[in-house]
């Protein structure tokens, strides 16, 4: 199977979990794609009724094209379970997310979510976090003084730009930045340490946040438990 089936193969076996009546967060990217693809057939053949709350216009938009209701965040007061994917996860179920620069609504809605699942092929699951590039969000206004301090702090920061040159911008119009950091030894402690940074929005480092985890394997899917 290449990358694509794997990344299908989670995607059907995600929505499996998925009850009647579930208010459900909606993750984005291209193993999430998937997901919804797999939980519109749901709603139409079985007439599943859920409520999902998406983490990006782009997750919103899919699923409200295949049949499934979407409301804001601050229309529902709870959410019951978070099915997204994840650019990385190590030995101890911390991720990093956002290579589609979309970890801040995911953040939200992940905090918010009674329990989380992320889908991932194989090529996901690593020792130790990044060699993936740690996206940042950042506020436009001032950010190049923003990526100097970064860069003085030694996290070989740059900006993600489009071909055309202009930034990459978030559904919350912002900036992304990405640290080119090759291995994060204690993810706690710089989690900290970027919080505390003015202008940084949100990293994306999500620690001791998934439940389950599901990774596409050649012999099938193999669903591991992070916390209950
Ligand atoms: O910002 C994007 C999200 O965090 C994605 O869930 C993550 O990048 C994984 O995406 P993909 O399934 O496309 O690898």
């Given at each position: 199977?290449?990358?694509?089936?794997?990344?299908?193969?989670?995607?059907?076996?995600?929505v499996k979990y998925v009850?009647?009546?579930?208010?459900?967060?909606?993750?984005?990217?291209?193993?999430?794609?998937?997901?919804?693809?797999?939980?519109?057939?749901?709603?139409?053949?079985?007439?599943?009724?859920?409520?999902?709350?998406?983490?990006?216009?782009?997750?919103?938009?899919?699923?409200?094209?295949?049949?499934?209701?979407?409301?804001?965040?601050?229309?529902?007061?709870?959410?019951?379970?978070?099915?997204?994917?994840?650019?990385?996860?190590?030995?101890?179920?911390?991720?990093?997310?956002?290579?589609?620069?979309?970890?801040?609504?995911?953040?939200?809605?992940?905090?918010?979510?009674?329990?989380?699942?992320?889908?991932?092929?194989?090529?996901?699951?690593?020792?130790?976090?990044?060699?993936?590039?740690?996206?940042?969000?950042?506020?436009?206004?001032?950010?190049?003084?923003?990526?100097?301090?970064?860069?003085?702090?030694?996290?070989?920061?740059?900006?993600?730009?489009?071909?055309?040159?202009?930034?990459?911008?978030?559904?919350?119009?912002?900036?992304?930045?990405?640290?080119?950091?090759?291995?994060?030894?204690?993810?706690?402690?710089?989690?900290?340490?970027?919080?505390?940074?003015?202008?940084?929005?949100?990293?994306?480092?999500?620690?001791?946040?998934?439940?389950?985890?599901?990774?596409?394997?050649?012999?099938?899917?193999?669903?591991?438990?992070?916390?209950?």
């Open positions: 199977m290449d990358q694509n089936a794997l990344k299908a193969l989670v995607g059907q076996e995600a009850q009647d009546g579930m208010i459900l967060g909606i993750g984005t990217g291209s193993t999430v794609r998937y997901m919804i693809d797999a939980l519109g057939e749901r709603v139409k053949n079985e007439g599943l009724s859920i409520v999902g709350v998406a983490t990006s216009d782009r997750s919103a938009k899919q699923a409200e094209s295949l049949g499934i209701t979407i409301k804001q965040l601050d229309e529902v007061d709870h959410l019951d379970l978070t099915i997204d994917g994840a650019d990385e996860i190590d030995d101890n179920f911390q991720g990093i997310k956002g290579g589609g620069a979309a970890h801040l609504w995911e953040k939200i809605v992940a905090i918010n979510s009674t329990k989380n699942m992320w889908i991932v092929d194989e090529s996901k699951m690593v020792h130790h976090l990044g060699k993936f590039p740690l996206p940042l969000e950042v506020i436009p206004f001032g950010s190049s003084h923003v990526l100097e301090k970064l860069d003085k702090m030694g996290f070989n920061p740059t900006f993600r730009m489009k071909e055309d040159g202009s930034h990459v911008l978030t559904d919350s119009k912002n900036y992304i930045i990405d640290l080119h950091l090759g291995r994060i030894d204690h993810p706690h402690e710089l989690a900290n340490t970027l919080n505390g940074i003015v202008g940084v929005v949100e990293h994306g480092l999500f620690l001791d946040t998934v439940n389950t985890v599901i990774v596409g394997r050649q012999d099938g899917p193999e669903v591991l438990n992070a916390r209950d």
